[in-house]
């Protein structure tokens, strides 16, 4: 179990951390925590220091006992995640700065630092802010996006702190597994096609992105290269050194893709929601309608089929597609593992109101050749990608 140091700064998210801090430890971590001024006008020290039965570093001269606290601080730190990290405290990190107990501590701390900012969107998107972000991971940090949401400001945007669930998941990433995927190119593809009918219109369907970019983040805290082609998606797609993001509409575009980056992948994992029909004519022109219509019959083809093409055609990669199903989960999933020569199939069952399209969370079954189905209990997305992108590295002999 590790040495965690929580460093909070001063956002109104600064209460989360102390669900952070509570959900290490009950994964069995030993935790520190520092605040900046900022921070306790948000949470007080007691919340903290109370839970951990220890004083949460806060000033620089608390110590006249000859303790050096925040080279000590440091020094202890296995793993220091700064959470919430506001702009200030960014742009503090990024040029050095240390003229605090919590600035200078993660100025000499030498352990992995994972960096997880909360905002306002416009300071998010503030251009200083992002040149500040670039630094920080060219220098190695690991940042952490906030999500779209409601802000405390009345209005969405991109900047809220995520889940503290969903950071701790991060932080086990990088903890147990780090290095698993190392050296790997995964490519995954995430969020809906959609098929034109005529310049303005139309079909697709509802998924989120969420499977896809939790199976791209859990392969990157993995230590892999990632490839995410995305589809239409609500949700934002982290920044990542190692990820790669190439952005398709149609399934045409998505099958080009995946086969340009398919022949020297070591695996392919496919959460995209792929739409099975196109119109038979894409019409050049707004479709009109006349009067007196009252139906209007619109004629389908099939489109291309990408996991089974790329199951046809695998030498060395792994092939791992999902299977949405709205009945008769293992037998449909079954028989898309067998025809579309998949290594593996994640099978969920999207008439659940907590699995599938849009949701949190995922209730999965895994299907391997030869193997008996394994039920996966209902967990959050990004811990069903952690375990997915586990059993994955195994299968590439790590
Ligand atoms: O994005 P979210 O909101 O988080 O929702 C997640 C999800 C429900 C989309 C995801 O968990 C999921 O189930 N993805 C697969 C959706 C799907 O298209 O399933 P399918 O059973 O229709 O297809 C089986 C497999 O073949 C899939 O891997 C699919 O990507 C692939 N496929 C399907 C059709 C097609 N023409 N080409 C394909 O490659």
Redesign the pocket.
């Known amino acids: 179990m590790a040495h965690i140091t929580i460093f909070v700064s001063g956002s109104i998210a600064a209460y989360k951390a102390v669900y952070l801090m509570r959900s290490l430890q009950k994964n069995g971590h030993h935790v520190k925590v520092a605040m900046t001024k900022a921070a306790t006008k948000f949470v007080g020290t007691e919340t903290f220091s109370s839970l951990l039965h220890e004083p949460v570093l806060t000033d620089l001269f608390d110590h006249n006992d000859g303790h050096i606290a925040h080279i000590e601080f440091a020094d202890w730190t296995q793993l220091a995640i700064v959470a919430p990290a506001s702009a200030d405290i960014i742009a503090k990190m990024a040029n050095g700065i240390a003229d605090d107990a919590v600035t200078s501590t993660l100025l000499a701390v030498h352990a992995p630092t994972i960096v997880v900012p909360a905002m306002n969107s416009h300071m998010w998107e503030k251009s200083a802010t992002q040149r500040n972000l670039r630094l920080l991971k060219s220098d190695g940090y690991l940042i952490m996006d906030p999500v779209d949401g409601q802000l405390a400001e009345g209005y969405a945007g991109k900047g809220r702190f995520p889940e503290p669930e969903l950071i701790k998941e991060f932080v086990e990433g990088q903890l147990g597994n780090h290095g698993l995927l190392a050296g790997k190119k995964i490519v995954v593809?995430?969020?809906?096609t959609l098929e034109y009918l005529d310049p303005v219109r139309f079909i697709g369907?509802?998924?989120?992105?969420?499977?896809?970019?939790?199976v791209a983040q859990a392969a990157l805290s993995m230590g892999a290269q990632v490839t995410l082609i995305a589809g239409t998606?609500?949700?934002a797609v982290p920044s990542n050194p190692h990820l790669q993001i190439i952005s398709v509409k149609t399934?045409e575009e998505?099958?080009t893709k995946v086969n340009e980056q398919f022949t020297d992948c070591d695996a392919l994992i496919?959460?995209?929601?792929?739409?099975?029909f196109k119109p038979l004519h894409l019409a050049d022109q707004k479709i009109k309608k006349h009067p007196g219509e009252n139906e209007w019959t619109l004629k389908l083809e099939?489109?291309?089929?990408?996991?089974?093409?790329?199951g046809a055609k695998k030498q060395s990669q792994l092939v791992?597609?999902?299977?949405?199903?709205t009945q008769d989960l293992l037998n449909?999933?079954e028989h898309?593992l067998a025809s579309?020569h998949?290594d593996m199939?994640?099978a969920?069952d999207?008439a659940k109101a907590c699995?599938?399209?849009?949701?949190d969370t995922?209730q999965?079954t895994i299907l391997q050749p030869g193997e008996k189905p394994q039920a996966w209990p209902l967990m959050s997305?990004a811990k069903v990608a952690q375990r997915l992108m586990k059993l994955v590295a195994q299968k590439l002999g790590k």
Request: charged share 15%; no cysteine; glycine share 12%.
């Open positions: 593809t995430a969020g809906g369907n509802r998924s989120s992105g969420k499977m896809g970019v939790a998606m609500s949700v399934t998505m099958l496919m959460a995209a929601a792929i739409a099975d099939t489109t291309p089929d990408i996991l089974a093409t790329m791992v597609g999902f299977a949405a199903e449909n999933a898309k579309k998949a199939i994640v969920n999207v699995s599938g399209f849009g949701t995922n999965v997305k």
